[in-house]
């Protein structure tokens, strides 16, 4: 088993935005699918060579991350680019990876921004694996590799849009959510899908904190045709390479219509069931944190006003806000799915 400790990684294994951007174009520009060689240790500098922006790239970031199995190297190898054009093209600059893997939610490390980062690195997801439970055909107990085994990746750069309103714009390395989900035969009971996270004392402080808000494991849901939509996708990376541990590793979700907390990181089960499912945020606060949680900029949060959002990055000189848009902007692929729901009563 191949797993990377953080000072094994090479600063030129580490992709910085601008450089990953352009590359995103060289490969636009000639065909090539290759966003693997970052993941296999190498950025061909033709990609650099191509535009003057790459060498704006601001100096390499180092982080933790977790490099899987060997056997996921030959998958990054052949991802397929997000097209710069069609439905889910959001023309806009992405949050630099910086900011992508070290302001970030995930509780199970610890409540501020920073956290995750700074002690998700003893986190072990290898080996892996995902049980599937409930009303469908095929439950079991699943690797990694099973999981990931039919599943070619491509590339989905979306909006993501907390609740406390801040966004930020990620390109995504995954699949659909619906791919994987019908593989395992839901019958026609199945009306929600139930995502739980893993729960570990030992290298998760949040988990064992006497402090903390969440009864653990965190938990999410979905109405079964939200999980069959085609935007909801299982990510197993990010800018070209394997998910940080601050990011959800080695499988998370990503829902870009719905606020953050519905895109519930490092899953270990996934139970079909009848009824909606109980999740972690509406446990705690139900008047706060809804089931839906669909992108709203017309209901607001009792303590934070939904119809605007600041967008990462922040500089020193600009701390953008923008208009939050209903669905974040993804109206088009998702609204019909609450046609006839009043969205204020089901937020
Ligand atoms: N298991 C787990 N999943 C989680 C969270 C968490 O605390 N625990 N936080 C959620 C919230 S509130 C947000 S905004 C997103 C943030 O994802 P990111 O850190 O990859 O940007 O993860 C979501 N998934
Ligand atoms: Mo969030």
Redesign the pocket.
């Known amino acids: 088993m191949l797993i990377k400790k953080p000072s094994d990684i090479k600063p030129s294994e580490i992709t910085p935005e601008s450089v990953y951007r352009n590359r995103r174009q060289f490969m636009a520009d000639t065909g090539a699918l290759a966003i693997g060689a970052i993941a296999a240790g190498g950025l061909p500098g033709l990609a650099i060579a191509q535009d003057g922006d790459a060498l704006k790239a601001r100096a390499p970031v180092s982080l933790s991350r977790s490099a899987p199995a060997a056997w996921w190297e030959p998958k990054f190898a052949n991802i397929k680019p997000a097209p710069d054009s069609g439905p889910f093209y959001t023309g806009e600059a992405l949050t630099p990876y910086e900011d992508v893997t070290r302001y970030n939610?995930f509780y199970e490390f610890g409540m501020d921004k920073g956290d995750p980062s700074s002690n998700s690195g003893r986190f072990e997801v290898d080996p892996w694996s995902i049980e599937i439970a409930g009303e469908c055909g095929r439950p079991g107990t699943y690797t990694l590799e099973d999981i990931l085994k039919p599943h070619d990746l491509e590339e989905r750069i979306y909006r993501l849009r907390?609740?406390?309103a801040w966004s930020m714009v990620i390109p995504w390395i995954g699949f659909p959510l619906a791919d994987l989900l019908k593989r395992f035969e839901p019958t026609s009971r199945a009306r929600y899908v139930e995502f739980q996270t893993a729960v570990d004392r030992d290298t998760m402080p949040g988990v064992r904190s006497p402090f903390s808000i969440i009864d653990w494991p965190y938990q999410e849901g979905l109405r079964i045709d939200e999980a069959m939509n085609e935007l909801a996708f299982m990510a197993v990376g990010l800018y070209g390479n394997y998910l940080p541990p601050q990011n959800g590793a080695p499988i998370r979700l990503v829902v870009p219509w719905k606020?953050?907390?519905k895109s519930i990181k490092s899953i270990v089960r996934i139970n079909f069931v009848e009824e909606q499912p109980n999740t972690s945020w509406n446990d705690l606060q139900a008047n706060e944190y809804g089931f839906y949680a669909n992108v709203n900029p017309n209901v607001h949060h009792p303590r934070w006003r939904q119809d605007t959002e600041r967008r990462l990055p922040h500089t020193l000189f600009s701390r953008p806000i923008i208009d939050t848009r209903l669905f974040n902007g993804y109206g088009e692929q998702v609204a019909h799915l609450y046609e006839g729901m009043d969205l204020a009563r089901y937020y």
């Open positions: 939610n907390c609740v406390e606020y953050g907390f």
